[in-house]
C-alpha cells in the first residue's frame, strides 16, 4: 500500500500496516532516511535487539525505530509475539510540534497507551475495508498516532535530529531496498533494486549513498550476515547449508566474510551461541 498526504507542510507517506504472528526471527535491519516503524505488541514475548543493547518485549510493548537505527526481534517459541506494526516517511518541514517532535526520535521503547492501543487496532480494521472515506480514515488515524506518540516521549526531548527539508520520488524508492533486503538478501542484485525503482544501476547507486550513506555491496553484505547470524542462532543446520541459505558458493568465502564481521568462524559463533542458550535454559529452570 502507499498512502500519501500533506499536513501543515510536510507530507506523510503511510506504507505498511500489518499485523501478524510473528514466528521466526526479525532479521537485524534498518530503514532509511525520515522513516519510522512503530511496533506494538498486542500479546506474546520476545526480544529486540539493537546495535548496542537489548530489550525484553511483551504485551502492551511500544518501540520506534526510526532511520539508520539497526534491530532485530525474536519471538518466544512458547509465546510468539503478535504485532501491529506501522511503517512510515516523513518528508519535508513543518512548523507542526507534534510531526516535530515524532521525527525527532529514532529510537524509543516504553509501554503502549490506551488510545494508543484503539488506535492501532482502527489501524488494522479500516486497512481491511475498501470504500470511498477508507484514505481519509487512515490518514485521520496516522496523525492521531503521531500525536498520541507524542504524548509518550514528553518530557523527554533529547535528540535534535528533524527531518530534513528536501523530498522527492526517491523517498518512495528507498523501501523497496528496505523490502528487499530484509525480505530474502541471499541473491538480490543491485539490478533488481534498479528494475524496481525504475532507474538506471548506477542511479540506484546514488540514491543509496545518499539515503543510506552507504554501498549497495555493504548493504547487502550487512543483511547475509545478520541472516546468518540468526541462522545459526535459531536452526540446527550446518555451516555450509547456513552459506548457501546466503547465497555464497564458497563454504570458504562465506567463513571469511562471517569472520570480518564477527571476529569468530561460523563453527565458533555457533558453539558460543549454542552454549549460550543452553546456559540460560539451565537458569530458567
Not at 62 to 84: A, C, M, R, W
Not at 132 to 158: C, F, G, H, K
Not at 261 to 266: A, G, I, R
Request: hydrophobic share 35%; proline share 3%.
Amino acid at each position: 500500500m502507499l498512502l500519501s498526504f500533506n499536513y501543515n507542510g510536510c507530507r506523510i507517506q503511510l506504507f505498511k500496516i500489518f499485523a501478524d504472528t510473528l514466528d521466526s526471527v526479525v532479521q537485524m535491519h534498518s530503514h532509511a532516511k525520515n522513516g519510522y516503524e512503530i511496533h506494538y505488541i498486542a500479546r506474546g514475548n520476545g526480544v529486540l535487539e539493537t546495535e548496542n543493547e537489548s530489550y525484553e518485549i511483551k504485551k502492551n510493548s511500544l518501540y520506534v525505530t526510526g532511520p539508520n537505527v539497526l534491530h532485530k526481534q525474536l519471538s518466544s517459541n512458547d509465546n510468539p509475539v503478535f504485532e501491529i506494526s506501522v511503517y512510515l516517511k516523513i518528508l519535508g518541514n513543518t512548523d507542526d510540534t507534534a510531526v516535530h517532535f515524532f521525527a525527532s526520535k529514532p529510537f524509543w521503547i516504553g509501554k503502549c497507551s490506551a488510545p494508543l492501543r484503539k488506535i492501532f487496532n482502527q489501524l488494522v480494521s479500516e486497512n481491511e475495508k475498501a470504500g470511498l472515506w477508507r484514505e481519509s480514515v487512515l490518514s485521520s488515524l496516522t496523525l492521531q498516532m503521531i500525536v498520541e506518540m507524542t504524548r509518550l516521549y514528553y518530557p523527554d526531548n533529547a535528540s535534535s535530529l528533524l527531518p530534513p527539508e528536501d523530498y522527492d520520488l526517491n523517498e518512495n524508492r528507498s523501501w523497496i531496498l528496505d523490502t528487499l533486503l530484509l525480505d530474502d538478501c541471499s541473491d538480490v542484485t543491485l539490478n533488481d533494486f534498479a528494475r524496481g525503482m525504475g532507474v538506471s544501476p548506477r542511479q540506484a547507486q546514488r540514491i543509496i549513498k545518499d539515503y543510506y550513506g552507504s554501498s549497495f555491496k555493504k548493504l547487502r553484505y550487512e543483511s547475509k550476515m545478520a541472516m546468518a547470524a540468526s541462522l545459526l542462532e535459531s536452526e540446527n543446520i550446518t555451516v555450509n547449508e547456513c552459506a548457501q541459505r546466503c547465497g555464497y558458493t564458497s563454504l570458504s568465502s562465506f567463513a571469511n566474510a562471517f569472520k570480518r564481521k564477527f571476529n569468530m568462524s561460523p563453527n565458533v559463533y555457533k558453539k558460543e551461541m549454542h552454549r549460550h542458550l543452553e546456559k540460560e535454559k539451565h537458569i530458567k529452570l
